[in-house]
């Protein structure tokens, strides 16, 4: 018996890493969010997640060195579990559905879910796996315990003489020390857990420092001449573009995407024929998109898959109706203990 739930629990934490991926879509404009965000940085976004309780197991395979299998699955069995994992070991997904919707269904509740109010629901997902994220790691780094990190706790591999050379090359301890100074909101030479967050997500900042050197960093690939500014022609070319792509996905229109001699002037507050980093900001989720906007566009995808009627909000039933869209997993079958602590990335 004790076993079952042992393979209950590391059946669970299996389906993480397949949880959520994207189902082939039906549009050429709804490919691949993921793919989309990839090609465009060349990096991984952390895929956003729909259902809490998925974060929720994420999180206890996390903490398995600190805590034995067994007594995990000992602690949670009895409210997570048993209620919402059947004898199969698969996850329910109607009954996770019925049980989110209302939960969804915030501004106005009027029996559906908006694509605003999905939004918003996956936004706060996102932004609170970012926040604990970051408390992770503020945890692992601050080694003497007092709440804050200094430059030197979390980047020790450089010297007092490499933080005096001040190198400003991407990677360097003055490219480092930079950014650790924007995110330094209140100057004192250590970050708080809201500082901490900035300074490691720096797209999705609030902060205006942070989000002006994102942008600075960004210029750097678009602006060809070097002079510190984008004039039309380099901003048609390696900006604009981008910017469409994204909008046209969001909007799913292209005429409601506004033309790039329009969104120029628009964004040209001086009237200089030239933008600079300040004048980009309006833009910025579109041009390095974190996070949260990567959330947003996914969003999106959910509802326009899901959305069987196009009328631009979801119904229970449709959402019922879509739980592959909402829930994909891979359920392995013969798993035994050695092969669960041979897969560590997981």
Not at 218 to 234: A, I, P, Q, S, V
Not at 291 to 300: C, F, M, R, V, W
Request: aromatic content about 12%; hydrophobic content about 35%; proline content about 3%.
């Amino acid at each position: 018996m004790a076993k079952v739930v042992v393979y209950t629990l590391l059946t669970t934490i299996f389906i993480i890493g397949v949880l959520l991926f994207l189902t082939p879509c039906k549009h050429n404009e709804a490919q691949s969010v993921e793919a989309l965000i990839t090609r465009r940085l060349g990096r991984r976004l952390v895929m956003p997640v729909f259902d809490p309780i998925v974060t929720r197991i994420e999180r206890l395979s996390h903490e398995k060195e600190a805590n034995t299998v067994e007594a995990v699955a000992k602690e949670e069995k009895d409210d997570m579990f048993d209620e919402y994992f059947s004898q199969e070991r698969r996850l329910n997904t109607t009954m996770r559905i019925k049980f989110l919707f209302p939960l969804l269904d915030g501004a106005p509740r009027d029996g559906f879910v908006s694509l605003k109010e999905l939004q918003t629901w996956m936004m706060q997902q996102t932004e609170d796996n970012m926040g604990y994220r970051t408390a992770n790691e503020l945890e692992l780094q601050d080694k003497d315990k007092d709440g804050v990190i200094t430059f030197e706790e979390y980047l020790p591999q450089f010297s007092r003489e490499d933080i005096e050379k001040n190198e400003k090359s991407h990677g360097g301890a003055g490219w480092w020390m930079e950014q650790f100074k924007n995110a330094d909101f209140d100057h004192n030479g250590y970050l708080d857990i809201e500082e901490f967050n900035n300074f490691l997500h720096p797209e999705d900042s609030r902060n205006g420092d942070v989000q002006r050197w994102v942008l600075r960093e960004r210029m750097t690939g678009m602006d060809t001449n070097g002079d510190g500014k984008l004039e039309y022609k380099e901003f048609v070319q390696n900006a604009y573009e981008m910017y469409k792509e994204f909008a046209k996905f969001e909007t799913e229109e292209d005429e409601n995407v506004p033309t790039a001699q329009l969104l120029f002037a628009e964004l040209d507050r001086d009237k200089d024929r030239f933008l600079v980093a300040d004048e980009l900001r309006p833009i910025l989720h579109y041009l390095q998109p974190g996070e949260l906007s990567y959330a947003k566009y996914y969003s999106t995808f959910l509802c326009h898959e899901a959305d069987e009627d196009k009328d631009g909000k979801l119904s229970l039933e449709e959402m019922l109706n879509h739980e592959d869209v909402f829930y994909k997993a891979v359920h392995h079958e013969d798993l035994d203990d050695e092969d669960y602590f041979d897969h560590d990335e997981l």
